[in-house]
């Protein structure tokens, strides 16, 4: 790694205009830039310089970006060198994709220089400190027993603290994508719901005027019969209602799913707020529902849901959005891994299901919240480390390790209250939140 006073970052984009634009204002930043054209240019480069942050575009000739940053995180030299996307501003499909390969972030295209700075000087800072860190392990691995547990207290913090900045920075960035999705899709639902209106009204018209002509005109001429039947028209009468009541359907559909993802997306604030729970699981659910869906390995995955007369909670709505997105997640991972190996007939017959719960606990001062799934359930050397950092089973590439540590955080530190699991393998894992109703 270069020294401090001068970061090295690595370009990879095969536009000259953007590689101008940025090598420009990046080197007056104070930064070593380094150039790539395509990614194989970019993997012959790593071989002679590892830079310190990689900025990556995503649609290139040959290696495109998704397959570059998929081989720098299979290997061992290059895994840990942060990699910021580079996407034009309306491909959301690939920055969601970007962030899962492994990338901590992306930028858009036309670039705000100042955006740019910020966003590499914060992935330099968790680089320098996930550096310090391991430094320090490795320096207090000679302090004596005596000092042992104040060590692990202090690294502890410092994991939670990275871990925290980390998981915040990712999820911020996919909040703001999609409250970007849907207020992009708010003004061209609105339009269509509005004027499907006024097409039945417009309908009704001509229906009227069609009956008119037939009662004063009971004998068209016969090229009005021949096009009448062409046309078949009382059909088309009949089912006319029909379209437009699906076209009302649709948009309706999509408008939910903008609600969903609005209530999904907001923003916390430095206090906490009355937020109703079932608000919030019901638009993660409405999130996560392209992958409960049947696809060809499995029948689409059931949710059940078991609702209890809550009261809104104060807390931090956002935050434990991210909390039922972590577990809601999870469990569908689990259900993915435990249908491999088993025949579609055998998973009609037993289908996997999550069930959700809220209910008061019996001395009516917490909720409760369970999420259970029908999964293989967790061993118990899986069980013990569930909620430490970077811990994962995952492939690499499919998580980070954090995705439960961080809901840990968020439920006991900022709100006060419990994340507890019981998993059996064979029958599944259940997670159960407990919330004070006051704190």
Partial sequence: ??????????????????????????????????VAKDGGNALEKLQETLPDLILLDVMM???DGFETCRRLKQDETTRAIPVIFMTALAEAEHKVKGLAL????????????????????????????????ADKNEQLSDINTVLEEKVA???????????????????????????????????????????????????GDLKGLIEMYRTCYPEPAPEIVEEIEAIELDYLLDDFPKLLESLHE?????????????????????????????EGIDSTLMILKHRLKANEQRPAIAISKEYGNLPAVQCYPGQLNQVFMNLLANAIDALDEGSAGRSFADLTANPNRIHVQTRLSDDRTQVIVRIADNGAGMPPEVQ???????????????????GLAIARQIVVERHGGQLEFTSELGQGTEFAIHLPLTI
């Fill in 384 to 402: 013990k480390r569930v909620f430490e950092n970077s811990f994962t089973t995952k492939a690499v590439g499919k998580g980070t390790g954090l």
């Fill in 102 to 133: 492994g990338a901590v972030d992306y930028i858009t295209k036309p670039f705000q220089q100042e955006e740019v700075l910020a966003r590499i000087d914060l992935h330099l800072k968790l680089r320098s400190l996930a550096a310090e860190l």
């Fill in 250 to 278: 649709g948009s309706q559909r999509i408008a939910q799913i903008s609600r969903s993802m609005r209530t999904f997306s907001r923003a916390d604030t430095d206090h906490q707020v009355e937020f109703d729970l079932h």
């Fill in 153 to 203: 207290a202090r690294t502890q913090e410092l994991q939670d603290m990275q871990a925290q900045m980390v998981l915040t920075e990712k999820m911020s960035s996919l909040g703001q994508l999609v409250a970007g999705v849907a207020h992009e899709i708010n003004n061209p639902v609105g339009f269509i719901s509005g004027n499907i209106e006024h097409a039945r009204g417009y309908l």
């Fill in 61 to 63: 000739p040959g290696i």
């Fill in 1 to 34: 790694m270069s020294s401090p006073q001068q970061p090295t970052l690595l370009i990879v984009d095969d536009n000259p205009t953007n590689i101008k634009v940025l090598f420009g204002f990046l080197r007056d930043a104070g930064f070593r830039v380094l």
